[in-house]
C-alpha cells in the first residue's frame, strides 16, 4: 500500500487506510476493500485476505493491475496467477460471510463499460467530456478518440466525428467477443484496458488483454465448481479442453 499508493509527499498512506476500515468496523457501517492485486500481492494473497478479513468488511473486490497509466512501473500478475489469487481469497472469505468479487465477473450482464456505444458522460473539472471514466485530458493515450466534448462559458461543445467513432464501438460486433462463452458474464470488460494492448482505436481487433484472460478463467472455474462441486486446477485437462491461453 505505501508503495502503490503513496501520499502526495511521498510519504505512505497504510495507516490512514486502516484506520479508516478499523473506524468503518467500529462504527458498523457497511464498506468495501478494492485492492489492486500486483504480482508480488498475489503471492501474499492469504496473509492479505486474512487481514482484511480482520475489518470485516462487507465485500472484497479483487482487480488486478494494468499497466496503464502510472501501473506501468509495477509488475502485474499473469492471469493464472490473479485466478488463483481470487479463488483462495473467496475461499478464505466464505466461511466469514464476506463476498469476494472481481468486476467484470459478478453475473449476467446487459453492459458492464459506458465507453462502448459513446453512451459515457464524464466531466472533468477543465470541462472535457469523456466517454470513458479513466481518461480526462486529449493528452492522455486515446484521449482524442474517448473525449467527444467540452463545456466551457456554460456551453456544451459536442465533436460529432467522435461520437459516430464511439457509436460504432459495440461488444457484439467485436471479433473475440460475440462468439467468447463468457460475453454475458463479461459484455467486453474495461474497453480502455483493451486498447492499451493495440495499436488502432478501430477497427477493434480480437481481445488479447489480461483481462479477457482472467474473464474467461473465472467464468470457466465457476462452470467446473458448480458441475464437479470442487475448483479445478489451472492444469487440469478441464482448462486445456478450452485452450485458455495463459
Known amino acids: 500500500q505505501d508503495f502503490n499508493r503513496p501520499l502526495r509527499n511521498g510519504s505512505g498512506s497504510f495507516g490512514f487506510v486502516t484506520a ?4 468503518l468496523n467500529v462504527l458498523e457501517r457497511e464498506f468495501q476493500i478494492r485492492p489492486t492485486v500486483t504480482r508480488g500481492a498475489a503471492n ?3 496473509n492479505i ?7 470485516r468488511p462487507e465485500q472484497i473486490l479483487l482487480q488486478p493491475l494494468y499497466s496503464v497509466g502510472r501501473g506501468d512501473v509495477l509488475e502485474p500478475p499473469t ?3 490473479f485466478c488463483d489469487a481470487y479463488f483462495t481469497a473467496l475461499q478464505l472469505a466464505a466461511p ?3 463476498r469476494v468479487e472481481y468486476p467484470g465477473n459478478c453475473g449476467f450482464m446487459t453492459q458492464f463499460c459506458s465507453a462502448y456505444n459513446g453512451l459515457g458522460f464524464s466531466i ?13 485530458s ?4 486515446w484521449g482524442k478518440e474517448f473525449i467527444y466534448g467540452r463545456i466551457a462559458d456554460a456551453k456544451l461543445d459536442i465533436y460529432e466525428n467522435r461520437v459516430d467513432a464511439l457509436r460504432r464501438i459495440v461488444p457484439e460486433n467485436i471479433s473475440g467477443c460475440s462468439d467468447c462463452f463468457a460475453f ?3 459484455k467486453g470488460h474495461c474497453l480502455n484496458n483493451h486498447l492499451s494492448s493495440v495499436s488502432s482505436f478501430l477497427p477493434l481487433s480480437e481481445r488479447t488483454n489480461i483481462g479477457c484472460r482472467i474473464n474467461r478463467l473465472i467464468f470457466l472455474f465457476k462452470l467446473i465448481y458448480h458441475a464437479k462441486g470442487s475448483l479445478p486446477n489451472v492444469d487440469s485437462a478441464d482448462l486445456a479442453a478450452f485452450n485458455i491461453w495463459r
Open 79 to 81: 492471469a493464472y496467477e
Open 20 to 23: 479508516t476500515a478499523k473506524r
Open 96 to 98: 466469514r460471510g464476506v
Open 49 to 55: 485476505t486474512n487481514l482484511f478479513l480482520s475489518y
Open 124 to 136: 472533468s473539472a477543465d470541462g472535457n467530456v469523456s466517454s470513458c471514466d479513466c481518461i480526462y
Open 138 to 141: 486529449e493528452t492522455d493515450d
Open 44 to 46: 501474499s494473497i492469504e
Open 184 to 186: 454475458h458474464c463479461c
